[in-house]
């Protein structure tokens, strides 16, 4: 159930786009999606479709993978996709009492689910192929400048990569706590909605007071090591621009390019 | 009963794949104190985890008094998981009611027990484990490491299951703690009369309690047999970084001067007190 979540989870691999560097791969994450914001005509999503079926192709992370995150917002998809069918002004495609149905929202939907599927497969292919503390990292490095003017970027980084790093932790002890309830024959499945929730309290109780323990334990061990912030500190990776982020960028501005050329021509 | 056919089971994590157990047969007899051994990765975990079907196997088959587990036409989940009580390691982790009597009593509420007979399982199990009853109104996390452990045992217990299986039971517990609870386990097994799977990396807990070892190593069961049985095979397991008990060397090395020890002990005390009976000192 919890292995079901593939949105922010690593999928180890040796692949080119694995190697790459953060930074790159955070930019051009962040060109993509503006970039799909851009799009105005069908044919306007080509440019970054074929990029993108070409990236997780060199990355080895299995289609079906990739596609599974999807999953986990189909709810939204099809809320957003009834309010654009149902909500759009013009030709009347079929009526239910007085909510009407037009083609031009159905032709809405369609855009509306391209491009969210698409945001959801590019930035899922960010994190599929960065291991969190990397994406940290590479987050820090590119918020660099805005230490000059006071922010605490280094704490944020710090944070996040606490954050981050806890996650996988606390899934493992989700799981443990569920599997030992269920030997004690909790039931997580069945019942209405109301039963379903207090069936979570047996894994709540427990996941937080572990969760507190283990800030606890944190805490004590960065300041018996003298954790002081951001001064001085040096870091063991180094992050690395390489021949291949700068061909990755350089394709990265061709698909725009493209994009950008189709769009012109079929308005 | 427990039987275990040719179970295998296989983890996958991004493009690869593990086998985590690999074709391990085993059967635990009614009453049997089952001890199973191995190293951290040795599958040991996993394996205990398809005995009450928590995990389902790649291929193999776990039958409980004959019927097959993973058949869900044949034995309901909930019923497999009532006769076969898995206490996780450092169960204590689990704990969650606001009272120990709570959290005991949350199995067999899961079971629709009645209330008499809910608390007739809760005493009956905080008995077995050594809770006193004052304790039952406490809350579970104002409680030692070691009480938490045994109110966390008898939540288990209280499902009243043919076959209880513990994951190190013993672990993160100082050596008098230690004994305490594998003692208790025996107790548990003496008083049900049900089977006990006792699983551990340490020779010495599962050599003192155990009727018969199972050697886990890489994912594979490489030997079975009573203690006795085990421990001769000291080069086998010195070849997987097992140790046979200290005591057992000793005993070995008394063995070897000639003097005639019986093949059965495997307690510090006991040996400790045949020595004293049957081995003359000489003085000086």
Redesign the interface.
């Known amino acids: 159930m919890l292995k079901d979540i593939t949105l922010g989870q690593y999928?180890?691999?040796d692949s080119v786009v694995h190697k790459a560097d953060p930074r790159m791969k955070i930019l051009i994450t962040l060109v993509f999606l503006i970039g799909l914001f851009t799009v105005k005509s069908w044919l306007g999503f080509l440019p970054v479709l074929v990029f993108t079926v070409f990236v997780i192709r060199i990355s080895?992370v299995?289609f079906w993978y990739v596609l599974k995150g999807l999953k986990a917002i189909a709810v939204l998809i099809a809320i957003t996709g009834c309010f654009n069918i149902f909500l759009t002004e013009g030709t009347v495609w079929f009526q239910i009492g007085w909510l009407k149905a037009t083609y031009e929202g159905l032709n809405l939907a369609g855009f509306m689910l391209v491009r969210i599927c698409m945001l959801i497969v590019i930035t899922s292919m960010l994190t599929l192929t960065t291991t969190p503390i990397m994406l940290t990292d590479g987050i820090e490095s590119l918020l660099n400048p805005l230490k000059k003017i006071k922010v605490p970027v280094h704490e944020f980084a710090m944070m996040m990569t606490i954050a981050l790093r806890f996650i996988p932790t606390i899934m493992e002890?989700t799981d443990?706590?569920m599997?030992?309830?269920?030997?004690?024959?909790?039931?997580f499945e069945s019942g209405n909605l109301l039963q379903r929730a207090k069936a979570m309290?047996?894994i709540l109780?427990?996941l937080f007071?572990?969760a507190f323990r283990r800030a606890d334990e944190l805490a004590v061990a960065m300041e018996c090591r003298c954790y002081h912030g951001d001064q001085n500190r040096t870091k063991l990776r180094q992050l690395h621009f390489s021949g291949i982020d700068a061909l990755a960028a350089v394709f990265t501005l061709l698909v725009l390019v493209f994009q950008f050329v189709i769009e012109g021509m079929t308005l | 009963m427990i039987e275990i056919r040719h179970l295998t089971h296989t983890y996958t994590s991004g493009i690869h794949k593990t086998d985590a157990i690999r074709d391990v047969n085993l059967t635990i007899a009614d009453g049997e104190l089952m001890g199973i051994i191995g190293h951290t990765g040795s599958g040991k975990s996993t394996l205990i985890q398809h005995l009450n079907a928590l995990l389902k196997p790649t291929s193999g088959q776990v039958l409980l008094d004959g019927v097959d587990i993973f058949d869900s036409k044949a034995i309901a989940l909930k019923e497999v998981r009532k006769n076969v009580g898995l206490v996780f390691q450092y169960p204590e982790y689990q704990l969650f009611e606001e009272t120990v009597y709570k959290d005991i009593a949350f199995a067999p509420k899961n079971y629709g027990c009645s209330e008499e007979e809910i608390k007739e399982r809760v005493l009956a199990a905080a008995k077995t484990v050594g809770l006193k009853e004052n304790l039952l109104d406490k809350s579970p996390f104002a409680l030692s490491g070691g009480q938490k452990r045994r109110v966390a045992i008898a939540g288990v217990l209280a499902m009243n299951p043919k076959v209880l299986v513990l994951d190190e039971p013993a672990a993160g517990l100082d050596p008098f703690g230690r004994e305490k609870i594998l003692y208790e386990v025996e107790k548990i097994r003496a008083q049900r009369g049900i089977s006990v799977v006792l699983v551990s990396h340490s020779m010495e807990d599962v050599a003192a309690h155990a009727d018969r070892i199972a050697v886990m190593h890489d994912g594979e069961m490489k030997m079975c047999g009573t203690p006795a049985e085990i421990f001769a095979q000291d080069q086998v397991l010195e070849e997987m970084r097992l140790d046979v008990p200290q005591i057992t060397k000793i005993l070995n090395a008394l063995r070897k001067m000639g003097i005639a020890v019986p093949e059965d002990i495997f307690k510090v005390q006991e040996a400790a007190d045949w020595i004293l009976q049957n081995v003359p000192f000489t003085k000086g």
């Open positions: 999928f180890p691999g080895q299995p002890e443990k706590i599997k030992a309830q269920s030997a004690r024959g909790a039931d309290i047996p109780v427990p007071i572990s």
